[in-house]
């Protein structure tokens, strides 16, 4: 019996620690792990939000005269974006120098075929949001994406460019739905304009644009004729010239088959030249 006592008072004495660290650490307070807090804040107070944009200008939503006299206006004009990126670079690139993009910092915007209408809204609208990503802070120089066609149903389906609208000269008036199905990709550096774009600071937000330079396929009277635009242009005449009772709904294949060889480089190369990031120049992959 007094065997058995003394082998109790052993195992009690031998447990006893064990329930007193059990206490020490039920009573400790919660402290939470600095370190990880430290690391989190650091990581969201680095990143911001990069909205993409894409703007059709006061070509687009006020309408304008062409070189040769057309006054065009635009009740839809959808082009359909896809595989959006940009990137931080070092050292800058140049687009028009065929050197090579070398990124400090990738941002997918848009990775599925998105349509926009450029369109949209007033006379005095702002350029249209496509997209809102978190994204490292930094200086974004560098923008690229594909023109691509709309997906199946959507209202530019089978078009990565569909313009929709009235150009009038003198008494005539000609409704025109125009579809342009040619694929590019454009390869844009800084964006340039009244203010620059593209610098997003920690905790805040930046926009990187891509604009339409639809005076590049119709011309401007507001340039002299012999100015290179001008001159690079198509204009709105040749494609009068296949309206039928004043109506002109065509597509890439139609253009193909009724312009002149000549009238239909011309375009090509004007929609090449579409692309920008504000006044930016941009090189082109087709």
Not at 144 to 157: C, D, F, I, L, Y
Not at 174 to 193: A, K, M, N, P, T
Not at 236 to 251: S, T
Request: hydrophobic fraction near 35%; charged fraction near 25%.
């Amino acid at each position: 019996m007094l065997m058995q006592k003394i082998i109790i008072l052993v195992s009690a004495i031998a447990l006893s620690p064990i329930f007193l660290s059990g206490c020490e650490r039920a009573n400790t307070p919660n402290i939470p792990n600095t370190a990880d807090t430290t690391e989190t804040e650091t990581a969201t107070t680095q990143t911001g939000t990069l909205t993409l944009v894409a703007n059709g200008e006061d070509f687009i939503r006020q309408g304008f005269v062409t070189k040769d006299g057309w006054r065009v206006n635009f009740d839809r004009v959808y082009v359909t974006l896809a595989d959006v990126k940009t990137y931080q670079t070092e050292p800058p690139f140049d687009p028009e120098a065929g050197s090579e993009i070398e990124p400090q910092e990738t941002v997918v915007l848009v990775d599925t075929p998105t349509t926009v209408d450029l369109a949209e809204g007033d006379e005095d609208a702002e350029p249209i949001v496509v997209t809102q990503t978190e994204a490292p802070a930094g200086a974004y120089n560098v923008l690229t994406w594909r023109m691509v066609r709309g997906e199946e149903g959507s209202p530019a389906a089978d078009g990565t460019i569909v313009m929709n609208g009235t150009a009038t000269r003198e008494d005539r008036a000609i409704d025109f739905l125009i579809s342009l199905d040619r694929e590019l990709e454009y390869v844009c550096g800084e964006f340039v304009g009244e203010e620059r774009k593209g610098i997003l600071q920690a905790g805040d937000t930046a926009e990187v644009e891509t604009t339409f330079h639809f005076d590049h396929i119709f011309g401007s009277a507001d340039a002299p004729a012999d100015d290179a635009l001008n001159q690079d242009a198509l204009g709105f005449e040749p494609l009068a010239a296949l309206a039928q009772n004043d109506k002109l709904e065509v597509d890439q294949a139609t253009l193909q088959q009724e312009l002149s060889p000549q009238d239909y480089q011309t375009l090509q190369e004007a929609i090449a030249g579409l692309g920008h990031v504000g006044e930016g120049h941009c090189s082109v992959n087709s």
